[in-house]
T-cell receptor
């Protein structure tokens, strides 16, 4: 069974609109961390945002926010006021456990296209 | 911010040769690094966890004799693809974590595109 599920293979959004990228996860470990990464066509992986399972508030980083619904096991990424440069592949990822050497597993990704 | 440097960015080699990829943490010490493989338009698949001073931990299905990992220092991990074949052609990317458990950030190298002829 997949640990990380991203149901949107591709999305098209008009520039300046907000966009929500879906992510659900599956784990029985009470301690875990959730990540979102952006991968432009150059291939680099850019860290966007992190949410720990014990964090009480939703994480925010500039235009990025993570809508953490723990009971539903969802961790959707919200990008406000989208820009053309936001066009890229976006990956949701999870670490089971909170130690640095606990491995991180990635979802299949969502390709986001921002339209001018 | 923390930087992970990966070299080479691109390599083309003949079938049967070995290729070494380096992953360095430039401004922090990384006791653990991760190696991923990514096929075109697909997700990152974890290959192995590289541990400084000890043997790497390989994921199920990854041949440890094929993909040799050496983590000899706190700032360097290497992945050697031995006797490379065309099916080994892929994008390989390393990563290392920075920060405490409360706000862990995993930084990635820029990746290596391996093409085996």
């Amino acid at each position: 069974a997949q640990k990380i599920t991203q149901t949107q293979p591709g999305m098209f959004v008009q520039e300046k609109e907000a966009v929500t990228l879906d992510c659900t996860y599956d784990t029985s470990d009470p301690s875990y961390g959730l990540f979102w990464y952006k991968q432009p066509s150059s291939g680099e992986m850019i860290f966007l945002i992190y949410q720990g399972s014990y964090d009480q508030q939703n994480a925010t980083e500039g235009r990025y926010s993570l809508n953490f619904q723990k009971a539903r096991k969802s961790a959707n990424l919200v990008i406000s006021a989208s820009q053309l440069g936001d066009s890229a592949m976006y990956f949701c990822a999870m670490r089971e456990g909170l130690n640095r050497d606990d491995k991180i597993i990635f979802g299949k990704g969502t390709r986001l296209h921002i339209l001018p | 911010g923390a930087v992970v440097s990966q070299h080479p960015s691109r390599v083309i080699c003949k079938s049967g040769t070995s290729v070494k990829i380096e992953c360095r943490s430039l401004d922090f010490q990384a006791t653990t690094m991760f190696w991923y493989r990514q096929f075109p338009k697909q997700s990152l698949m974890l290959m192995a966890t590289s541990n400084e001073g000890s043997k790497a931990t390989y994921e199920q299905g990854v041949e440890k004799d094929k993909f040799l990992i050496n983590h000899a220092s706190l700032t360097l991990s290497t992945l050697t693809v031995t006797s490379a074949h065309p099916e080994d052609s892929s994008f390989y990317i390393c990563s290392a974590g920075v920060g405490g458990a409360a706000n862990e950030k995993l930084f990635f190298g820029s990746g290596t595109q391996l093409s085996v002829l």
